[in-house]
C-alpha cells in the first residue's frame, strides 16, 4: 500500500486520498475550514478518505486528534500505531466498518488490512461538540477482528 502524507504539506496542497480537502499556509490539513483548537494536535490531523465518507457515511472530512490522546495512543499502542500523517491512507482501504450502537453520539470502528496483511481498527467518534476526532488506531489479533465483524451493526465494504 502506497503511503500518503509523507512529505510536508505546503499551502493549497490538495489531499491525495480527498481532493476536497486543501493543507493551510502553516501546514495544517483543512485548516481554512476547521480552526485549530487549544486541545488538538493539528499536524496529527486524519484526512478522511472520499470513499470512507461515501460508503459508511462518515460526515466528516478533517478528523481532530487531542493532544493527550494522540500521545496516549502512541505510548499504548507505539508499535503498532499509524502516525497520523499515514492513517489516511491505512483508512482509505478499509474493510469493514460500523456504527457502534452503544454511542448514540456517533463513533464509527474501522477495520482495514496493513502491509502484513494484518487487520488494523480505528475508532473516530463525535466529542461533547459535535466534532468528529480520532479516538484510537491500533493492530488488533486475529481472534479478536473475527469476533467483532460478526457483530450485526458492522458491515463489510461493498
Not at 488538538?40 to 493527550?68: I, N, Y
Request: aromatic share 8%.
Amino acid at each position: 500500500m502506497k503511503k500518503a502524507g509523507m512529505r510536508q504539506p505546503k499551502e493549497l496542497d490538495t489531499h491525495p486520498v480527498n481532493s476536497n480537502v486543501h493543507c493551510d499556509r502553516d501546514g495544517v490539513w483543512g485548516g481554512k475550514d476547521l480552526p485549530v483548537l487549544s486541545w488538538e494536535d493539528p499536524k496529527a490531523r486524519v484526512v478522511v478518505p472520499s470513499v470512507l465518507q461515501e460508503a459508511p457515511g462518515v460526515d466528516a472530512s478533517v478528523l481532530r486528534w487531542s493532544k493527550t490522546k494522540h500521545q496516549t495512543v502512541q505510548g499504548k499502542h507505539g508499535d503498532t500505531a499509524v502516525d497520523a500523517s499515514s492513517l489516511s491512507s491505512w483508512l482509505e482501504a478499509f474493510d469493514h466498518y460500523g456504527k457502534h450502537p452503544d454511542y448514540p453520539e456517533g463513533r464509527w470502528v474501522i477495520f482495514c488490512k496493513d502491509d502484513d496483511d494484518k487487520y488494523r481498527r480505528a475508532i473516530i467518534g463525535n466529542d461533547k461538540n459535535g466534532s468528529l476526532n480520532v479516538i484510537s488506531n491500533y493492530r488488533q489479533r486475529p481472534d479478536q477482528v473475527a469476533a467483532y465483524i460478526k457483530r450485526p451493526w458492522v458491515k463489510k465494504r461493498d
